[in-house]
């Protein structure tokens, strides 16, 4: 259960060290908004070399920290004050992933899809590295590598936010598929980075590629219709395609990064099939 925080020394030496204390998603955003002198990553907050706080990031709605972590690893007063305006209370527990990791001394997957992406985003990538000598998605250029790391659920339902995550989702997962060596694996004439995937997959004789390359257009197409274009018809009926509710954004980017991961997992289960 979180509770009304004060960071006073009385507070940090007579309550547990280990006792979470939970704060609103939102006290996260400031750090995703400067992706150049911060990183939040699976576990834990970085800001640089300098300091670093430990996390349970991997629930959709909140975030809690160990109180002792709290007055240990937070660098100043201002930072510690920024974090307690973002205080909940909520009835509020550890993911199964920060137990395992701290009292189970397991080895732990992460709970939260976004994790779950970029864990199987890389995986999918150092496997075609071994099997071609090359990887499937190409390397993001420095200004855009943002687009990967700070790849998140939305802190809220409004259509901006949803919009930019998108349009990170498709520059890492469409926009780096790397063409050049597809290319080389298909007939000529072929054009597009989907277009040129699917030829492989086709020829390669892979079951059932069809639903797994549909995401990717309906995905391509909710970029440009959302991002890249003025909503209008074309915008309603890709969000019908995609089972996305307009009044529940948030769950409908969470089903795009479910349905990206099952893709990146279809590919690597394929991947001693293709020619």
């Not at 201002?78 to 395992?100: A, C, F, M, P």
């Not at 995986?123 to 990967?148: A, M, R, S």
Request: aromatic share 12%; with cysteine; proline share 4%.
């Amino acid at each position: 259960m979180g509770y009304d925080l004060e960071f006073t020394t009385e507070l940090i030496l007579t309550t547990p060290y280990l006792t979470p204390v939970f704060f609103s998603r939102d006290v996260l955003k400031k750090y995703y908004d400067a992706p150049i002198r911060y990183a939040v990553e699976d576990g834990v907050l970085h800001c640089g070399t300098k300091w670093a706080l430990y996390i349970d990031n991997q629930h959709d709605d909140y975030v809690s920290v160990y109180l002792g972590d709290l007055g240990r690893y937070l660098p100043d007063y201002h930072e510690q004050q920024y974090w307690r305006r973002h205080n909940i209370v909520v009835d509020g527990s550890l993911s199964n992933t920060k137990w395992k990791r701290d009292f189970a001394a397991q080895f732990s997957d992460p709970d939260s899809p976004i994790f779950l992406f970029q864990n199987e985003y890389r995986v999918v990538n150092d496997n075609f590295n071994k099997e071609f000598g090359w990887p499937l998605f190409l390397p993001l250029h420095e200004d855009d590598k943002y687009n990967f790391s700070g790849l998140r659920l939305p802190l809220s339902n409004e259509q901006p936010e949803f919009d930019s995550l998108v349009l990170s989702l498709v520059k890492v997962l469409i926009d780096s598929i790397n063409e050049e060596q597809i290319k080389i694996r298909i007939p000529e004439g072929i054009t597009g980075s989907i277009s040129r995937l699917e030829k492989w997959l086709e020829i390669s004789s892979v079951v059932d590629y069809q639903v797994q390359l549909k995401f990717l257009r309906n995905l391509q197409q909710l970029r440009s219709r959302s991002a890249g274009h003025r909503k209008g018809s074309g915008y309603e009926k890709i969000m019908i395609d995609l089972s996305i509710d307009n009044n529940n954004l948030k769950e409908g980017y969470k089903s795009l990064v479910i349905k990206s991961t099952e893709l990146l997992a279809f590919l690597k289960g394929n991947l001693q099939n293709l020619v």
